[in-house]
Nanobody, 118 residues
Framework: QVQLVESGGGSVQAGGSLRLSCAAS????????MGWYRQIAGKQRELVAT???????NYADAVKGRFTISRENAKNTVYLQMNSLKPEDTAVYYC????????????WGQGTQVTVSA
C-alpha cells in the first residue's frame, strides 16, 4: 500500500519560513520523480517543484529563488524548504510520487495547509 504523508505545514507571517516533509512508504522511493504541488481554494492544483531520481530539480517561476526541494533516499523523504513566504503562497501543499519503478504512475499525499499572513 502506497502512502505519502506530509508534515510541516502551518501558519506563518509574510517573510517567514516553513519546511515541509513528505515520508513515502510502499514504493521504491529512489526511482520516483518526487514533487510538491499546491492548490489554492477555487483554483486548479499547480506544480511547485520537482526533484528527479538523479537529483535534477525544477521550480515554478513563482517560487524560484525562495523554495528549495530536496530528497533523502535513505529516509524515503522529500522536503520543501520555503523561505521569504508571501500571502499568495497560502494553499494546501501536496506531495506527489510519479513514474515509480520506471512505470507511468502517480501517487498523492493527503495535503498539508500552509497559511501566510500579511
Amino acid at each position: 500500500q502506497v502512502q505519502l504523508v506530509e508534515s510541516g505545514g502551518g501558519s506563518v507571517q509574510a517573510g517567514g519560513s516553513l519546511r515541509l516533509s513528505c515520508a513515502a512508504s510502499g514504493i521504491t522511493f529512489s526511482t520516483a520523480l518526487m514533487g510538491w504541488y499546491r492548490q489554492i481554494a477555487g483554483k486548479q492544483r499547480e506544480l511547485v517543484a520537482t526533484v528527479s531520481r538523479t537529483g535534477r530539480t525544477n521550480y515554478a517561476d513563482a517560487v524560484k529563488g525562495r523554495f528549495t526541494i530536496s530528497r533523502e533516499n535513505a529516509k524515503n523523504t522529500v522536503y520543501l524548504q520555503m523561505n521569504s513566504l508571501k500571502p499568495e503562497d497560502t494553499a494546501v501543499y501536496y506531495c506527489n510520487a510519479a513514474n515509480v519503478d520506471y512505470v507511468r504512475s502517480s501517487y498523492w499525499g493527503q495535503g498539508t495547509q500552509v497559511t501566510v499572513s500579511a
